[in-house]
């Protein structure tokens, strides 16, 4: 749905599905963390996104992204990169989580794999967000399987 100065419409794309050997990622969702669990799907991350890429208020903030394509106990390996677009604490705090991940060229790297849980595998992952500087940052996502890769990026505002 298109809403533009009191005017609504539709637009539709097609949307193709993936070959046998084609690996994809989603976007990457922002959500508030209830608590109690991280969201096991997509529809329970959906029930807790934000309303924009504006975090404000929030001792944590909630990443999710799905990666298709993967068949069953494959590992997937992650690479999530967070980049001060402006100076912000964000930075600081995640890396003091994971001492020994000071990639020069990043302002802070996080390197981990998984073994899929399927062809649709679903992460969540929560971030502290207690002492974060406020200003504008980039969330890059990489997922590698075998030789393939795949990329995802999310700019987001911390106020």
């Given at each position: 749905?298109?809403?533009?100065?009191?005017?609504?419409?539709?637009?539709?794309?097609?949307?193709?599905?993936?070959?046998?050997?084609?690996?994809?990622v989603s976007d990457?969702?922002?959500?508030?963390?209830?608590?109690?669990?991280?969201?096991?799907?997509?529809?329970?991350?959906?029930?807790?996104?934000?309303?924009?890429?504006?975090?404000?208020?929030?001792?944590?903030?909630?990443?999710?992204?799905?990666?298709?394509?993967?068949?069953?106990?494959?590992?997937?390996?992650?690479?999530?990169?967070?980049?001060?677009?402006?100076?912000?604490?964000?930075?600081?705090?995640?890396?003091?989580?994971?001492?020994?991940?000071?990639?020069?060229?990043?302002?802070?790297?996080?390197?981990?794999?998984?073994?899929?849980?399927?062809?649709?595998?679903s992460t969540p992952?929560?971030?502290?967000?207690?002492?974060?500087?406020?200003?504008?940052?980039?969330?890059?996502?990489?997922?590698?399987?075998?030789?393939?890769?795949?990329?995802?990026?999310?700019?987001?505002?911390?106020?």
């Open positions: 749905e298109v809403v533009e100065e009191g005017e609504v419409g539709w637009h539709r794309e097609m949307v193709h599905p993936l070959g046998d050997e084609d690996l994809g990457i969702l922002l959500y508030r963390p209830t608590g109690l669990s991280e969201p096991p799907s997509l529809m329970a991350a959906t029930a807790l996104m934000l309303p924009s890429t504006t975090v404000s208020g929030s001792p944590e903030l909630g990443l999710y992204w799905e990666v298709y394509g993967v068949p069953e106990n494959e590992m997937v390996g992650y690479d999530l990169e967070i980049r001060a677009l402006s100076n912000g604490g964000l930075v600081q705090r995640v890396r003091r989580l994971f001492p020994g991940q000071n990639d020069a060229a990043a302002e802070a790297r996080i390197r981990w794999s998984e073994a899929s849980k399927g062809e649709v595998h992952l929560i971030i502290e967000m207690e002492s974060v500087v406020p200003g504008d940052y980039t969330v890059t996502l990489t997922a590698r399987v075998a030789e393939r890769e795949v990329v995802t990026v999310r700019e987001l505002q911390v106020r």
